[in-house]
């Protein structure tokens, strides 16, 4: 049986927070290699102290012009651009990049909600690298560690509203190819490929919340694999295979 147990009573992230510490002293008993611990990029980011102050920010002609067409603040614009390696897509309130992990996502994922108290004129960036943020989680929580997924709310395309994916994952196959395997009635899979690693995600998601919830890590159980390891960067399609350039 599948089981997705919040993990209740943490505390208002800080910079400088030792976060994997956190997490540890509230974690059910019993927690194994093949439970999966489901983390709030928001939470990895805000111990990092991936903070920006926004009248730090001085825009560039760039972000000036694009700032006009989507009528977004300039100083976020241009944070959105240091953050990326192109521009999707910018119309009236929506700016989509290519972050420079990989993700194709709004406003880089920089976010204003949910900072804390003294979160008024600052945003929070991503971390630089999640898949090693869940690595050093992982290595952090002692002996057989559960799985770590970094998780985020993304939009899709062509879909109304935001579920979580995973953006670094550490301890289990983020992917598990079935291309060759066979389905119940013998035929050969061709394309099939399971994003796993999102999937936890998604479903962990549905226990964290996306407002006042306040429920930024929660433990999935009662999954199984015996693929091997796969970082949540190999969920990235590459560039060459964008379907819709």
């Known amino acids: 049986m599948i089981q997705i147990i919040p993990i209740a009573g943490l505390p208002e992230v ?20 093949r439970d999966i611990l489901v ?3 928001k939470i990895v980011s805000k111990a990092e102290a991936c903070f920006v102050e926004l009248d730090s920010v001085t825009p560039c002609s760039e972000a000036l012009r694009l700032a006009a067409v989507t009528r977004k603040d300039a100083r976020l614009v241009e944070l959105v651009l240091r953050e990326s390696t192109a521009v999707v897509r910018a119309v009236p309130h929506v700016l989509i990049t290519r972050h420079h992990c990989g993700f194709v996502m709004a406003n880089a994922g ?21 898949d090693a943020n869940a690595a050093r989680i992982r290595e952090a929580l002692g002996e057989s560690p559960p799985a770590v997924v970094i998780s985020d709310s993304f939009g899709r395309p062509w879909r109304y509203g935001v579920v979580n994916i995973a953006i670094g994952a550490c301890g289990m196959p983020s992917l ?10 013998g035929r050969t899979l061709e394309l099939t490929q399971i994003a796993l690693a999102d999937a936890v995600a998604a479903a962990a998601g549905m226990a964290m919340g996306e407002g ?6 929660v ?11 796969a970082p949540a960067a190999a969920l990235v399609r590459p560039l060459a295979e ?4």
Do not use: C, K, Y
């Open 219 to 229: 433990l999935v159980r009662g999954l199984d694999w015996t693929e091997a390891d």
């Open 176 to 185: 598990i190819d079935r291309r060759g395997q066979r389905d119940r009635d």
């Open 242 to 245: 964008d379907l819709f350039q």
């Open 39 to 41: 983390v709030a990029q």
């Open 212 to 217: 006042s919830e306040g429920i930024p890590a």
């Open 14 to 33: 800080l910079p400088g927070d030792d976060l994997p510490a956190l997490l540890r002293a509230r974690m059910p008993a019993g927690v194994g290699m």
């Open 110 to 130: 920089i976010d204003q909600s949910n900072l804390g108290p003294d979160g008024t004129g600052r945003v929070l960036l991503l971390p630089r690298d999640p």
